[in-house]
């Protein structure tokens, strides 16, 4: 089989091969202003292969403003410089029941084909002594989302990150998202969508499980 039989096989089955985000070791030896130069002149070499006049008043801009994009915006979370500095308090007031944050949007973009992934978060945790403030949640969302993404990694890293700053397993993600590398190419199936779940702690048990499943759906 050839290599680039092998690539269509990769991005039609939507298959990750690592866990961990695949970054060269040098990621970040360059500034952000130096990559969007990289990035400029190469989008413009596409843009002309694909027979556009860049001449024009519309188009002229869009090489630069493609790489302002991916760098500074829908990327942006490929760079640990633009981790979200997260606080946790101590659980004061003794809640000892589940907290859950539901319909957290994102927008993210899928690592085969570059096409966004759409969706949204649900999130739940029991303290184990710490609580974490509730727009913090949306942003550890939406820092694992701007990157090129598998679906399968971006609901691990945020289960693992929520894990880590509460410190306890007690934890539960859903992630339900719409793939626009599904929907408007290869199948074209425009009704599906892809749902993952991550869970650990007193999530293992089902009542809770049921529990955060009802919360989630009253929206």
Avoid: W
């Avoid at 006049?53 to 990327?75: C, H, N, W």
């Avoid at 927008?107 to 945790?125: D, M, Q, R, W």
């Avoid at 974490?132 to 942003?139: A, D, E, Q, T, W």
């Amino acid at each position: 089989m050839i290599e680039k039989e092998i690539f269509d096989i990769v991005g039609d089955n939507h298959q990750m091969t690592s866990a961990e985000m695949p970054l060269r070791k040098d990621a970040f030896d360059k500034s952000d202003e130096e990559k969007m130069e990289v990035i400029e002149e190469h989008f413009e070499i596409i843009m002309k292969e694909l027979g556009l006049d860049l001449t024009d008043d519309s188009l002229k801009g869009t090489p630069y403003r493609v790489a302002k994009m991916f760098v500074q915006e829908i990327f942006s979370g490929l760079n640990p410089a633009n981790k979200p500095k997260i606080s946790v308090f101590e659980n004061s007031y003794h809640y000892d029941k589940m907290l859950v944050e539901a319909n957290i949007s994102f927008n993210s973009t899928c690592e085969h084909h570059f096409l966004p992934i759409v969706g949204k978060a649900h999130i739940g945790y029991v303290s184990s002594g710490k609580v974490i403030g509730l727009s913090k949640l949306n942003r550890i969302v939406d820092y694992f989302a701007r990157r090129p993404q598998v679906q399968e990694r971006m609901i691990m890293q945020i289960f693992n990150e929520l894990k880590l700053v509460l410190e306890t397993d007690n934890v539960m993600v859903v992630v339900e998202a719409e793939h626009l590398c599904v929907s408007s190419r290869g199948i074209k199936d425009e009704s599906s969508f892809t749902s993952t779940l991550q869970y650990g702690g007193i999530f293992n048990q089902k009542e809770f499980r049921d529990d955060f499943y009802k919360l989630i759906k009253k929206e």
